[in-house]
């Protein structure tokens, strides 16, 4: 079966760190770039971070750039998100996404494929 | 940045009903804009993509179109399975990828 699961949601205190790992099964994880997407309780979707197939290339909203850093380990299928200097407003459940691929492997940048989200919770 | 604009807020209908809803950006993100559906406790499902192509598995009375900015998610007949939240996201700034906030579909 083709899916993404994540892990490593916790209740952290401001100002703390927190590793998120998803797990892909049932498709060549090594052919996609991958992405993390977040919800804030009630809120819409917020695009978090992406990285490339190889893992070359990370890329990163405004609102986490140089507080979260997106990998990817392709010979294990997994994808993390290491979280440092967490504030309340990180507050949300974190997605796994896959962004779909055209016929020849290039991204679209559109997300295809989701896992249940970890949820992260940032309060004192 | 380009923003998404969706509307209305929230969407009163029965089954059976035709469901419109809009997208609007700040700017033209020509045809790279997609539409998701979220249910309650679930994850977002793509449903339409490059403003008109129907993901996989997508029944047809969901049809999507655009004029200029101006993007549209038409759902033909309402079954009972289709209220939920549905949202639209561009791809057309790469590496800024945003999404819009939302429709919510009711009974």
């Known amino acids: 079966e083709v899916q993404l699961l994540e892990s490593g949601g916790d209740l952290v205190q401001p100002g703390g760190s927190l590793r998120l790992t998803c797990e892909a099964s049932g498709f060549s994880f090594s052919n996609f770039a991958m992405s993390w997407v977040r919800q804030a309780p009630g809120k819409g979707l917020e695009w978090v971070s992406s990285?490339?197939?190889?893992?070359?290339?990370?890329y990163y909203a405004d609102s986490v750039k140089g507080r979260f850093t997106i990998s990817r380990d392709n010979s294990k299928d997994t994808m993390f998100l290491q979280m440092h200097s967490l504030r309340a407003d990180d507050t949300a459940i974190y997605y796994c996404?896959?962004?779909?691929?055209?016929?020849?492997?290039?991204?679209?940048?559109?997300?295809?494929?989701w896992g249940q989200g970890t949820l992260v919770t940032v309060s004192s | 940045d380009t923003i998404l604009t969706q509307s209305p807020d929230t969407l009163s209908l029965s089954p059976g009903e035709r469901a419109t809803l809009s997208c609007r950006a700040t700017?033209?993100?020509?045809?790279?804009l997609a539409w998701y559906q979220q249910k309650p406790g679930q994850p977002p499902r793509l449903l339409v993509y490059d403003v008109s192509t129907r993901a996989t598995g997508v029944p047809a009375r969901f049809s999507g179109s655009a004029s200029g900015t101006d993007f549209t998610l038409t759902i033909s007949s309402l079954e009972p399975e289709d209220f939920a939240v549905y949202y639209c996201q561009q791809r057309s700034n790469w590496p800024r990828l945003a999404f819009g906030g939302g429709t919510k579909v009711e009974i």
């Open positions: 996404a896959r962004f779909s691929s055209s016929f020849d492997g290039v991204p679209q940048y559109y997300f295809d494929l």
């Open positions: 990285i490339t197939s190889t893992g070359n290339s990370p």
């Open positions: 700017q033209g993100v020509y045809n790279y």
